[in-house]
Each structure stands twice: as C-alpha cells, then as structure tokens.
C-alpha cells in the first residue's frame, strides 16, 4: 500500500490536535550567545567582578530568553524539513504495518478507532519531539 509522507503527518497532526499536544522548543544557541555576550561586556566594562556580574546576568537573560513558548505539535510538524517528516514516517508506517488499508481516510478512520494505535503513535511522536527536536511536551486540557 502506497501512502505518501504527507497522509501519515495529516495523522499525526489529528492524533496530537486531538489530544491537544503543545511542545516548547528551547533555543539554547540564542541562550548562549546573550550569556557571553553579557559576560563579555560586563568583564570589559568592569573587569574580574564585572565578568562575574556579567555572566549571572547574561545567564538569567538567556534562560528567560530560552525559556520557549508552546506552540501545538501539528504546527511543529508540518514544519519540519522533509528528511525529519521522512523519519516520523518510518517510524510511523513500522507501527501500522500490519493494517490492511487503501487510503489515507481509512488509514485515519483505523488508527483514530483503536486506543492502542493511537497510544503507540503518541508515545513514538512523543519520544520524537523530546530527543530530536529536545523539547518539551504538553498536553491542554
């Protein structure tokens, strides 16, 4: 059964909407950058202390800069570059291998109709957003 990377993100977007999953994504390159940058100016500015004041400084800066906002998982995903939403895919197609399908709506209605399936395919999205992405998941109640 041929099924086109888009159709199984299209079922991982209802999977995750459904159970309104929302993931933060942190920057901590940004992070980093403000946390030296302020280190560096307050040690010119002030020498040794000011290096030191700089840096606590830079570091709370940077953590409130980094300390990302949610934005909902269908969002995430259909953003990914296509080598990412060719990941999922694999990851995903290996969990319903064994379903007898034609289409993608039927694949949806099969999947949306078993609670094992969805959990399988949650705990892979999930386990996806966390190492790959390394970002943090939330469900809205």
């Known amino acids: 059964m041929p099924v086109m990377v888009e159709d199984v993100m299209k079922l991982l977007c ?3 909407e459904e159970r309104k999953m929302k993931a933060a994504v942190k920057q901590s390159g940004r992070g980093a950058l403000v946390t030296g940058a302020v280190a560096f100016v307050g040690g010119l500015v002030g020498g040794p202390p000011g290096l030191a004041v700089g840096g606590a400084v830079g570091g709370l800066l940077g ?13 995430i995903l259909m953003e990914l570059p296509p080598a990412e939403q060719q990941k999922l895919f694999n990851e995903a197609t290996a969990i319903f291998r064994h379903l007898e399908w034609t289409d ?4 949806t209605a099969l999947v ?3 609670q ?3 959990q399988q ?10 190492k790959e992405l390394q970002a943090e998941v939330r469900y809205d109640d």
């Open 104 to 107: 993608a709506v039927q694949l």
């Open 63 to 75: 953590a409130w800069m980094t300390s990302g906002q949610y934005k909902p998982i269908p969002q």
């Open 112 to 114: 949306m109709g078993s």
């Open 14 to 16: 209802s999977i995750s």
């Open 121 to 130: 395919l949650l705990a892979m999205l999930v386990n996806y957003v966390t």
């Open 116 to 118: 094992a399936l969805q």
